[in-house]
């Protein structure tokens, strides 16, 4: 799944970098963010992913947010340095340690969670002299916290059917393919993934329809609704506004205005 934030002015540069390859199925990715011309807003949208963000200017912080339910906006102030770990869905309760739907989906301190290790973890991003070696950092970190983990089969399962079909599914058929009630599956999800099956599937829809207007801005809305399993381009429409912000009609969507972008290497 990737994350899509729109962001209306030039004032950030973003990076979004692969995870080593054993982490792959863990990481979406990781992130940086560099504030220099201010004030720079941001909207970021929910994508169903957890992020752990070290902020690393004086003095440096760690933080972790848990899925976003509704889009929100920020302004940033001051010059800023973010670098960040996007976590997909059904990493997060092994490496944090605690139920996802626990976590607020403002910044909490992540020492709260994983202890002075996150402190010493932050200094370390602070002090690194190059973006490979805090890549580097973050593996290790991440590697060590999800060693020998084992997920759910019956996540696992439900996880895939969703982002198989785009979020174009029926939260029971879903949980026929996972073996589970849809009762069971919905309180397997608070602890795995933090949404309900449901919230999931609709936010992985509507980043689907994101990511074909970032392809083809001029895409036809109607019959793009129809390819992706909504009822039709009125339904899109709502979902998107639901969970943007905006009409898809309204959205600018220029190639270098998503954070935290595609993926290039260190």
């Known amino acids: 799944m990737e994350r899509v934030s729109v962001l209306p002015d030039g ?11 054993d982490l792959a199925d863990h990481v979406a990715s990781y992130w940086t963010c560099e504030v220099r ?11 169903g ?9 004086e003095p440096p912080r760690a933080w972790v947010a848990g899925p976003m339910r509704r889009p929100e906006s920020y302004t940033h102030t001051r010059p800023t ?3 960040g770990a996007s ?20 910044w909490s301190p992540l020492a709260d969670l994983v202890g002075p290790v996150a402190t010493e973890l932050t200094g370390r991003l602070a002090a690194a002299g190059s973006i490979a070696a805090r890549l580097a950092l973050l593996d290790t970190f991440l ?20 982002l198989d079909r785009g979020g174009a599914v029926e939260v029971a ?22 949404l309900s099956p449901k919230l999931f599937a609709r936010i992985t829809r509507v980043q689907a329809v994101l990511r074909r207007l970032v392809e083809d801005p001029g895409a ?18 709502r979902e998107v506004r639901a969970l943007v912000g905006t009409a898809p009609s309204r959205l600018r969507i220029p190639a270098d205005s998503f954070k935290p972008g595609p993926p290039r290497d260190p």
């Open 11 to 21: 004032g950030l540069t973003l990076g979004r970098y692969r995870p080593d390859p």
């Open 37 to 47: 011309r201010l004030p720079a807003t941001s909207r970021v949208v929910p994508d």
């Open 49 to 57: 992913l957890v992020d752990l963000t070290f902020d690393l200017a």
């Open 81 to 83: 340095l973010l670098i």
């Open 87 to 106: 976590l997909l869905p059904g990493a997060a309760l092994p490496v944090l340690g605690v139920s996802v739907a626990s976590l607020s989906a403002d």
């Open 143 to 162: 590697a060590a916290r999800l060693r020998d983990v084992r997920r759910d089969g019956r996540v696992s399962t439900a996880i895939g059917a969703i």
């Open 173 to 194: 058929s879903v949980a026929r393919r996972a073996a589970a009630s849809p009762r069971n599956l919905a309180r397997l999800f608070d602890e795995w993934v933090g």
């Open 220 to 237: 036809d809305l109607a019959t793009l609704a129809a390819e992706l399993g909504f009822a039709d381009h009125a339904h899109l429409t």
